[in-house]
């Protein structure tokens, strides 16, 4: 493995959190420690993981909360739930938030690293991911994994977070869709600063459409925007 995998611990127990970084960085992993359910929910927004390793009673927001949200911007990334409890409810509610899989403290860390590899096994495809996240968008070619905007043979890298707007607004095209819930699915929160960074994204974003006429990122004004895609 060339790039290791890396994962999201959001642990608030910190002894229990440091032993589980050491364990799986041993193994190989890249592990990425945050000892509340706010502080898991902006990692995630400012970087790529590979899996998600949540546990339950987070304080800020916890376990199932930081799933639902993670999930309304990765709705395939794989998450394992660790939790104190082994009530059937919360299992239930866990895996009906679309958990992967759920073990209970106390655990064994081989335990734990063998639920990690077989999920890791179920989803080939996220580590292969060369033709996913190829996006038709007018006369272009959307690469979302190689950050990239292709026409007429020509290509032109974008940074991480304009793929991620790009790609919002494909998911999105010809709706309206709300500054608020752009801001809260891509960046965790809704604030004024990040609104204003918004507006630059997508000011360069409609610069690099304007290849195509038929494009354009229409602003209604203090709701949101609309990505227009002429006859699609």
């Not at 860390?109 to 990690?116: D, G, H, S, T």
Request: aromatic share 10%.
């Amino acid at each position: 493995m060339n790039d290791p995998l890396k994962i999201l611990l959001a642990e608030d127990d910190l002894n229990l959190g440091v032993l589980l970084v050491d364990y799986l960085e041993n193994e190989g992993f890249d592990v990425k420690l945050c000892k509340d359910g706010e502080l898991a929910l902006k990692a995630f927004h400012c970087q790529k993981f590979h899996l998600c390793l949540l546990d339950v009673m987070l304080p800020k927001m916890d376990g199932f909360q930081l799933a639902k949200t993670i999930r309304t911007k990765d709705k395939k990334i794989p998450i394992l739930f660790i939790t104190a409890r082994s009530l059937k409810e919360d299992k239930l509610k866990g895996y009906d938030l679309g958990a992967d899989d759920y073990i209970t403290k106390p655990f064994d860390e081989e335990e734990l690293l063998w639920k990690i590899k077989a999920v890791i096994r179920r989803i080939p495809a996220q580590k292969e991911g060369n033709t996913i996240g190829i996006i038709s968008l007018g006369k272009f070619q959307f690469d979302f994994n190689n950050q990239s905007l292709i026409i007429a043979g020509k290509t032109k890298r974008i940074t991480e977070k304009e793929s991620e707007i790009l790609k919002y607004l494909c998911e999105h095209k010809n709706k309206l869709v709300k500054r608020e819930d752009m801001l809260k699915d891509l960046w965790g929160e809704n604030d004024y600063f990040l609104g204003r960074s918004l507006d630059v994204f997508i000011t360069k974003i409609r610069k690099y459409l304007k290849e195509d006429p038929q494009l354009s990122i229409e602003n209604v004004f203090g709701v949101g925007f609309i990505l227009n895609t002429g006859g699609e």
